[in-house]
């Protein structure tokens, strides 16, 4: 019997989180008590001032279709935030609003990468990344991210990989799953790389960019040169706990904001009307809920990471920035999918193998701390004790 889908659907990936999510929320219905530290959202609320916009919003008449590309307000105030933050010139017209960041994602492999033409990623790295290069028919080159080098770029992987047929590459900092930082001094490599290149995009993944514990974050369009080679991804899901909202956003030059639209109308129409009104207080109003998300993001972080260094078997790295931690586990001797699958059935713990962020994260596990402290505790005690039991 012929099958009803195209080719091309069998290159298309998933992320592991949801399917984790469903066996843990699974195993919830049989009344067994799971600890979630599988999911990537933030475990706080919407701040008030953000939902009391919505409201006002959805009373004032934003029900309605606007701009694919955006309302004018959300744009302006992206565009002013960006040129504060990367320290760049950014008019509204360089700005498209979508449905969650992810969309920039698909779109821009989509309107700028052919098939055949070779796009370089991190791995171990957010999974959607080589599902949609596969997807398009282009050939995904893994930048491998190594613990021994705090999970930063190969600098001379990076030179080596970057040849004529490369298209994209693409970067994410603060960085999923490691919670890894780049410096100046590694994405002025890529920029070196691809400063006489025109037909090379970057597309920078900057959704974690308010979330850092140590140093600054970097953009590579802030370097000399490189604002117009590069598609800045960001969004609101992380920074201001608003992952059901779905509200993000791309930064690029215009002809290709344009043509990003065009998806849009394609696709999605629009981005929601009164939830973009949200956007604009959210970077607009006061940051102080974002501060303190942050200050005990750090406090998480500093308990998970003792904990995890004392159990047998595993060592942890501290994290620069996002909420996940990245362990080594290679000393229980026993693989990434195979320990996660324990941890959730015998221990009450849901965590993801390293392995559903590429090959290169075999012998890690993410863990994400966007939970109390009394849950990561408890975690850490069954993750312990399910270890001992075990060996």
């Known amino acids: 019997m012929p099958s009803l889908l195209a080719d091309r659907m069998a290159a298309l990936g998933t992320e592991t989180a949801f399917e984790v999510l469903a066996k843990a929320k699974a195993l919830e219905r049989q009344g067994k008590e799971i600890i979630h530290l599988e999911i990537g959202e933030p475990d706080f609320d919407t701040p008030e001032n953000i939902k009391k916009a919505a409201v006002k919003a959805l009373y004032s008449g934003y029900t309605h279709y606007v701009p694919a590309a ?18 760049i ?20 492999i989509l309107a700028c990468v052919n098939s055949g033409e070779e796009v370089l990623y991190p791995n171990p ?34 030179k080596e990989k970057i040849t004529k047929k490369t298209k994209m590459i693409i970067l994410n900092s603060p960085e999923n799953p490691t919670g890894g930082i780049l410096t100046r001094e590694d994405l002025k490599v890529v920029a070196d790389c691809i400063a006489n290149r025109d037909d090379v995009i970057v ?19 802030s370097l000399p040169g490189m ?4 598609i800045i991804l960001d969004g609101f899901s992380k920074t201001y706990a608003m992952t059901g909202w779905r509200l993000g956003y791309g930064v690029m030059r215009k002809e290709l904001a344009e043509k990003i639209a065009q998806l849009m109308v394609n696709s999605n129409s629009c981005t929601c009307a009164f939830v973009q009104m949200a956007g604009v207080e959210a970077l607009k109003g006061p940051q ?7 200050a005990e993001f750090r406090k998480r972080r500093e308990i998970i990471v003792e904990g995890l260094n004392k159990i047998n078997g595993i060592t942890c790295k501290k994290p620069k920035g996002a909420f996940y931690v990245f362990p080594n586990i290679t000393g229980t001797g026993i693989g990434s999918k195979e320990l996660s699958d324990y941890l959730l059935k015998e221990a009450g713990v849901a965590v993801l193998p390293g392995t559903s962020f590429g090959k290169y994260g075999e012998g890690y596990l993410r863990i994400s701390f966007a939970n109390s402290v009394e849950n990561i505790k408890r975690a850490l005690e069954r993750i312990d004790k399910a270890l001992k039991n075990k060996r």
């Open 227 to 230: 604002k117009e080679k590069t």
């Open 203 to 221: 597309l920078s993944d900057e959704i974690y960019s308010r979330i850092i514990y140590e140093g600054v974050h970097e953009s590579i369009a």
């Open 288 to 294: 102080d809920s974002v501060n303190r998300m942050v």
């Open 70 to 87: 955006g309302i004018p307000e959300l744009r302006e105030a992206i565009a002013e935030y960006i040129s504060k933050t990367r320290n």
């Open 125 to 158: 790295g957010f999974p959607i990344y080589e599902s949609m290069i596969n997807f398009v028919g282009a050939k995904p080159i893994p930048i491998p991210l190594k613990e021994e080098n705090d999970f930063r770029l190969d600098h001379e992987y990076v």
């Open 89 to 108: 010139p950014v008019s509204p017209e360089e700005v498209v609003v979508t449905p969650g960041a992810k969309p920039i994602m698909f779109f821009a």
